[in-house]
Nanobody, 123 residues
Framework: QVQLVESGGGLVQAGGSLRLSCATS????????MGWFRQAPGKEREFVAA???????TYADSVKGRFTISRDIAKNSVFLQMNDLKPEDTAIYYC?????????????????WGQGTQVTVSS
């Protein structure tokens, strides 16, 4: 069973930055897509960013130009650099491992999830 552990969340002022990390236990890390999702109180889980098996990135329109997803295959880890944070970015952020190599914005196409890390942006 693959385990994912997120870290790096916290409280930051609007305009600030945070870097989230997700460490995985799988040995086939580079075979699958990896994604970041977030869920704000009272809202559905939404796609943030993903990287496919070839290393190509996909972003939600709301974070393009501000967030960057990256991965370190040697460390079985994926990261989310978040710059110019806004209060509407406040949510629990989840790391997820895809069922396949192609990136997707659909939560059901991810089979393993981390426990989440809270990001709070104050105005």
């Amino acid at each position: 069973q693959v385990q994912l552990v997120e870290s790096g969340g916290g409280l930051v002022q609007a305009g600030g930055s945070l870097r989230l990390s997700c460490a995985t236990s799988g040995r086939t890390f580079s075979t699958y897509a990896m994604g970041w999702f977030r869920q704000a109180p009272g809202k559905e889980r939404e796609f943030v960013a993903a990287v496919d098996r070839s290393g190509s990135n996909t972003y939600a329109d709301s974070v393009k130009g501000r967030f960057t997803i990256s991965r370190d295959i040697a460390k079985n880890s994926v990261f989310l650099q978040m710059n110019d944070l806004k209060p509407e970015d406040t949510a629990i952020y989840y790391c997820a491992k895809g069922r396949w190599g192609a990136a997707s914005s659909r939560p059901y196409e991810y089979e393993n999830w981390g426990q989440g890390t809270q990001v709070t942006v104050s105005s």
